[in-house]
């Protein structure tokens, strides 16, 4: 077995597709009709088998779940960096909000920032 998808719940797909590919970088993988919703996921420019489904988060228990996390400050997800401080600056001039600026915890360097869509994300760095 492997992990080749993961998702996390958004309020608004298109908007979501903009920030994850406009302003985070990756690259729209899926897009196409499933009702009223789309099944729509994005993947890493860099490669790699896992995609990423930006889930509509219509279901009222996906939208406690999400609305819980974001109150709690918990990261629905985390992404790993090769230079956490150059994508923390780049993010940062593309106007995206940190809760959490660039701190070590452990074997990680990491920093949480809000994806416009409902979450808090985690970005971290394995430290050398």
Not at 3 to 15: A, E, G, P, Y
Not at 42 to 71: C, H, R
Not at 83 to 105: I, M, S, W, Y
């Amino acid at each position: 077995m492997r992990i080749n998808l993961t998702s996390i719940f958004v309020d608004d797909q298109d908007k979501a597709l903009a920030f994850y590919t406009q302003i985070l970088g990756f690259v729209k993988n899926q897009d196409f009709p499933v009702g009223k919703y789309k099944w729509l996921s994005v993947k890493s420019p860099e490669g790699g088998d896992t995609e990423l489904s930006l889930e509509p988060n219509a279901n009222p228990a996906a939208l406690a779940y999400q609305q819980a996390l974001m109150s709690q400050g918990v990261p629905a997800i985390a992404f790993e960096s090769d230079n956490l401080e150059a994508d923390v600056k780049r993010l940062r001039e593309h106007g995206v909000r940190f809760t959490q600026d660039p701190a070590d915890h452990g074997p990680v360097r990491l920093a949480v920032f809000a994806d416009t869509c409902g979450n808090l994300i985690q970005v971290y760095q394995h430290r050398a």
